[in-house]
Structures are given as structure tokens and as C-alpha cells.
């Protein structure tokens, strides 16, 4: 960790092309993402944008290099949800154990309490156990495995779904803020 210029900040579109280099490998390689097909950078830009309307979207830059990314997004589509946040996060391989993924989930975790949310998930596929143990480390509880739940790479795989309690449950909660209406100052991202 020494010697090096860390830096969390929001993604933007012109992120996208380096942000899918580092999803890319776990996308043609591993089983962590159910996607079979890379998609293209204009598709990615795309989600990032659907995304970015609401929810936070982080990058890590180390001495100016993207090297992970985090975002949330929306758990479930019926009503009721809305208050509740699906979390993916995605680290290039070289700069694993280096906390890149506790800063992301820090500042991506703040931001969702700034803007109302108050349950975060994040399903891992099974078994993956340096995610598993990240999750479990950082505060997740287990709340089911979806067993056999896709195929990728010759097997049939798991996903483990985790739950973390952002804050504590009010009855009649107001709905959760846009992203856009957090201000610059609670925004502001540190290393």
C-alpha cells in the first residue's frame, strides 16, 4: 500500500471502456459473473447511465489508473423494494488485498444512508471464498444460497446472498433520494 496515490471517486461514462477492461476477466474467465458474453463498451456506457439516475457508481484510482469499481443498484422491481440496494463490486486481480474493495464499500455504503436506503444485498457466487469472507468480514449475514441457480464454465453454480442493515428501521420512510440530489458536500470522497 505504500507508495501509492489512492483515490474513490464517482465514475463517469468516460470511465466506462476502462471499467469494462477490468470486468472483462471475470466475465471471460470466472464463474463470479453469470454474463457469458462481454459486452460491448457503447452497452456498458449504457447500464452505467441507467444506473448513475439513482445510484452511487465509485471508482478506485491508484497513481491515476482505475483499478476497481462499485455500484448499486436496484434490488427488485415491485414498490416495496425501494428502499433496498443490490451491491456489485469489482477489483482488477493485481490489486487484490490491497483494502481497494472496504474503501469502495465504505464510501458506496455512506452515500446509500445519505439517500434514504436501508438494506444492502450482495449475492457471491458459490463457493468464491475471498468474496465470501470479504462479505461476512465486513458485516454481511448470510441470508440463503439460490442453489444451482446458473451454468457457466461446465457446472452448475450457487449464489450465496448476503444482507447488511444500513440503519435502523422507521416506520413510514420517505423514499429514497436520487443520487443526483445528494449534495457535493455529501458527496465528498476521501482516501
Known amino acids: 500500500m505504500t507508495g501509492y496515490n489512492r ?21 471471460e474467465e470466472t464463474s463470479i459473473s453469470f454474463e457469458t458474453q462481454v459486452p460491448s463498451v457503447a452497452e456498458f456506457r449504457n447500464r452505467m447511465n441507467n444506473i448513475m439516475n439513482q445510484f452511487p457508481y465509485l471508482v478506485c484510482e491508484m497513481d491515476g489508473k482505475v483499478v476497481g469499481y462499485a455500484y448499486a443498484s436496484k434490488h427488485r422491481e415491485r414498490a416495496a423494494y425501494q428502499w433496498s440496494a443490490d451491491l456489485s463490486i469489482y477489483i482488477e486481480e493485481t490489486y487484490h488485498r490491497q483494502h481497494i474493495a472496504t474503501m469502495l464499500y465504505d464510501k458506496l455504503i455512506d452515500l446509500l444512508k445519505i439517500q434514504g436506503y436501508y438494506t444492502a444485498f450482495a ?3 458459490s463457493p468464491n471464498p475471498n468474496s465470501e469472507a470479504f462479505h461476512e468480514a465486513y458485516g454481511f449475514e448470510t441470508v440463503g444460497v439460490f442453489h444451482n441457480v446458473g451454468y457457466k464454465l461446465g457446472q452448475w453454480r450457487d ?8 440503519t435502523d ?23
Open 7 to 27: 483515490l474513490i471517486r464517482e465514475a463517469s461514462l468516460a470511465d466506462a471502456e476502462t471499467i469494462l477492461d477490468i470486468y472483462k476477466k471475470y466475465v
Open 123 to 125: 449475492g457471491v457466487t
Open 159 to 166: 449464489v450465496k446472498w448476503y444482507s447488511l442493515q444500513l
Open 169 to 191: 428501521y422507521r416506520e413510514l420512510p420517505t423514499a429514497p433520494r436520487s443520487i443526483s440530489d445528494i449534495t457535493d458536500e455529501d458527496k465528498e470522497i476521501t482516501p
